[in-house]
C-alpha cells in the first residue's frame, strides 16, 4: 500500500521559513516526486517537481524562495520554503508519479498539511 505522509505545516509569519517532508513507503521505480498545494477557491498547482534524472522545476512565484531536495536512501522528500508570503497559505500534497505498463501513469498523493502566512 502506497503512503505519503506529509508533516512541517504551520503558521508564519511572512518572511519566516517552514520546512515540509514526506515520507514515502510502498512504492518503488517512482518517475517523480512533486509538491502541490492548494489555496482555497482555487484550483491545485504545481510549486516543485524532481524527476528520476534528477531535473527539478519550480512554480514561478516560488523560484528562488522555494527548495525541493530528497533524501533517496530513506525515501524522503523535502521543500525548503524559505521568505513566505500570505499568498503561499494553502495545503500542500505530496505526490508520487509513477509510469506503468503501456505509458499508464498512476498519482499518489498525501493527505496534505496546512500552511498559514499571516501576521
Known amino acids: 500500500q502506497v503512503q505519503l505522509a506529509e508533516s ?63 533524501d533517496a536512501a530513506k525515501n524522503i522528500i523535502y521543500l525548503q520554503m524559505n521568505n513566505l508570503k500570505p499568498e503561499d497559505t494553502a495545503t500542500y500534497y505530496c505526490s508520487a508519479l509513477k509510469y506503468g505498463a503501456g505509458n499508464a501513469q498512476y498519482r499518489y498523493w498525501g493527505q496534505g498539511t496546512q500552511v498559514t502566512v499571516s501576521s
Open 8 to 70: 512541517g505545516g504551520g503558521l508564519v509569519q511572512p518572511g519566516e521559513s517552514l520546512i515540509l517532508s514526506c515520507a514515502a513507503s510502498g512504492i518503488i521505480d517512482i518517475s517523480a516526486m512533486s509538491w502541490y498545494r492548494q489555496a482555497p477557491g482555487k484550483e491545485r498547482e504545481m510549486v516543485a517537481t524532481s524527476t528520476s534524472d534528477n531535473a527539478n522545476y519550480y512554480l514561478d512565484s516560488v523560484k528562488g524562495r522555494f527548495i525541493f531536495s530528497g
